[in-house]
């Protein structure tokens, strides 16, 4: 439940949330384009396509999973509990989800490089970014139906992750990053890699929206609290604009690949992507430990987060400089023979 009085003591769990939350969305977005790219990758047309796909994230994919660690910080250092809950029953998906990732930046090191073993880079660049996003769709599904809890300990078994729902956001989370990373490639690539990105993006389209009415309509019979959250008055007048806008967005989008723009689609399904864990949001909060633990219930000391929030204060403006540093460096359009050599 939220407070009654509100105090610096009440007021910290809520700051750190929203640095947890805005660390995470920053990485789903920035780093869910390019591996959405490594998820495209093994339907190019051909190894030209592909050396111009890698070399269009070569230069930022390893400095947008600074907002992963990022996550990971805050929850460990400024929610303790919930953290001693969610990691023991994710520890198999987030070891594969890094399993994924490993494969992938061997892979941007040696393919650049490789001759007769290009093949096998390949394998590891598309296989290794499926591997991670398909994990990080099940850590998300996981993390949405909850946990079993006893008092403050974690319930539940070493498997509670394989479930229908977290599997079938898994999938979804795949179809996701392959639209973030066809839009990523429309407004980074220019000729036939260019046409064929956009043709895809079309396709893969269809399928997140498709995936995002099942979640829609799946998580609300996962907890009646939710339901009553989005199906009651007034509530719902207030959020019924969410999915009126992912119906919009998806509209422009759609409209915006017809018409050749290189920029549009790409903003457009960033805009699907705020939509998206905005309704999460809406479902969740203040639980950070679904179904019964709060970000109140679950926080450190208010000495520990006003302590942590001093450095937090130097660092997010850092890494949002070189983040957009890198971004301005290395922006317009990507030629052939762009990349590591």
């Known amino acids: 439940m939220m407070p009654e009085v509100w105090t610096i003591a009440t007021a910290l769990p809520l700051i750190w949330a929203a640095v947890a939350a805005g660390g995470v969305f920053m990485y789903v977005l920035m780093d869910g ?40 910080v805050v929850l460990l250092a400024a929610f303790p509990l919930a953290f001693s809950i969610i990691l023991p029953a994710l520890y198999l998906p987030i070891t594969f989800m890094v399993m994924g990732l490993i494969f992938r930046g061997v892979a941007f090191e040696f393919r650049f490089k490789a001759h007769s073993s290009k093949w096998l880079w ?9 591997f991670a996003t398909f994990f990080q769709g099940v850590v998300l599904g996981t993390f949405v139906q909850g946990f079993p809890t006893v008092g403050t300990h974690y319930a539940g078994g070493s498997f509670l992750w394989v479930s229908p729902f977290s599997l079938m956001t898994g999938v979804a989370l795949i179809f996701g990053y392959g639209l973030l990373g066809a839009g990523w490639l429309v407004m980074k690539t220019e000729g036939t890699l260019q046409a064929w990105a956009r043709r895809a993006m079309g396709g893969v389209l269809l399928a997140v929206l498709a995936a995002m009415a099942v979640v829609s309509l ?15 008055w007034p509530n719902i007048a207030y959020f019924v604009p969410v999915p009126i806008l992912v119906v919009l967005l998806a509209w422009r989008l759609w409209l915006s690949l017809q018409r050749g723009s290189d920029y549009a689609p790409f903003l457009y399904t960033l805009g699907l992507f705020v939509l998206g864990y905005t309704g999460l949001a809406i479902s969740l909060f203040p639980k950070l430990v679904p179904p019964n633990l709060t970000i109140w219930d679950t926080a450190s000391s208010a000495s520990s987060q006003l302590f942590l929030l001093v450095g937090v204060l130097f660092l ?22 762009d990349g590591y050599h």
């Not at 799946?218 to 009651?232: C, H, I, Y």
Request: aromatic share 16%; net charge negative; hydrophobic share 45%.
């Open 33 to 72: 384009f390019d591996l959405g790219v490594g998820i495209l990758f093994p339907w190019a047309r051909s190894e030209e396509d592909r050396d111009l796909m890698m070399g269009s994230v070569a230069p930022i994919w390893d400095g947008n999973e600074t907002w992963l660690v990022l996550g990971g």
């Open 122 to 130: 390949t394998v590891a660049f598309s296989g290794g970014s499926l």
């Open 218 to 232: 799946w998580v609300p019979l996962l907890d009646q609290s939710v339901a009553e959250r989005w199906f009651t």
């Open 316 to 337: 997010i403006p850092l890494i949002l400089t070189y983040t957009t540093y890198s971004y301005w460096v290395f922006r317009g359009k990507v030629k052939s023979g």
